[in-house]
Every structure is written in C-alpha cells, then in structure tokens.
C-alpha cells in the first residue's frame, strides 16, 4: 500500500512533493479553565492538546516559506490558530494552559496566536507550540510522529 501512494503522489505532476517531513507531537490531556477557548463535547479541565516543539515548528515554517518564530522560554507557549476560531490575541491575552508532565504540573501562559496550519487537523484543533527545552522534551521523540508531504501549491497534505 505504501508502495502505490507513493507512486500515486510521484506521477501528479501538478502538485510534486517538494518536502516530506517526519513530524512528532505529544498528545495529552490539559486544563484549559484559564483560557478563552475549548472545544464543546470536553470539560475544560481535560481537553485533549496536542504540543509541538519550537524545533518542529520552525523546520515546517521554513518548508512552507513562512515566518518562523523567535524561541520560547520554558514558560510560555503559542497557540496554532484552530481552524474556523476567530478570537483575537487580546481575548487570550492573559490566558494559560495547564498540564502534568512527569509528575510536574506546569502552567504556561499564551504568548500569541500563530496563524497558519502546520499539523493535520483532529478534534479539539488545539495544538500548542513549547519550547525545546521544557519538560517533555525528554520523552518527546516518543510521541505521536506523522509524515506530511509538502506540496508547492497546497501547502502540506498529511
């Protein structure tokens, strides 16, 4: 099967794969009481997030050709825009997100929102950028790694 998809990809001349990268998340549970936004069918105390490392999010923007972002203290986080949100930077301004990591309750406070999508969309759409030297960067590479294939006219295909 993965032998015809990538001849199947190989022979649309339209849209050639110009990038393909392997990409890790960490999915976990967070508190989300302390922000503006959470997805209906969740309590806001344990919504599923997904976290992608500065690192990682940086490798995809310069793929896409896109602005990449300065690196994040420990303690601070940026938010991937969900798809169809449209809340500002000033309804989140002095919002947080909570979560356990390691035995360790962290809080971290949104530092902006970051517009464009660089992971395939689930549900909640929430996926949160951290910096690389936070604590779950020790178990980071065992975590959810999906390929994206990158394409000069769509954007990314996953």
């Known amino acids: 099967m993965d032998n015809q998809v990538k001849e199947l990809l190989a022979s649309d001349q339209n849209h050639p794969v110009t990038a393909q ?3 890790s998340t960490l ?4 508190d989300l009481t302390k922000f503006y ?6 309590t806001a105390n344990t919504v599923p997030i997904k976290l992608l490392s500065i690192c990682a999010y940086n490798e995809i923007a310069k793929t896409l050709h896109r602005e990449e972002q300065n690196p994040l203290s420990d303690q601070e986080t940026l938010l991937i825009r969900p798809m169809y949100a449209i809340f500002s930077g ?3 301004s002095n919002d947080s997100i909570s979560f356990m ?22 549900f909640p759409d929430l996926c949160f950028i951290v910096s690389d030297g936070n604590e779950f960067s020790s178990s980071y590479c065992q975590t959810n790694t999906f390929r994206v294939l990158f394409t000069f006219n769509f954007g990314c295909r996953a």
């Not at 999915?27 to 967070?30: L, P, Q």
């Not at 936004?37 to 969740?42: A, H, K």
């Not at 990591?101 to 689930?122: A, F, M, Y």
């Open 27 to 30: 999915k976990i549970k967070a």
């Open 90 to 92: 000033n309804d989140i």
């Open 101 to 122: 990591l390691h035995q360790v309750q962290l809080e971290l406070p949104i530092k902006q929102i970051v517009e464009g999508r660089v992971v395939p969309l689930g």
């Open 21 to 23: 990268l392997d990409i």
């Open 37 to 42: 936004y959470y997805s209906s069918g969740f």
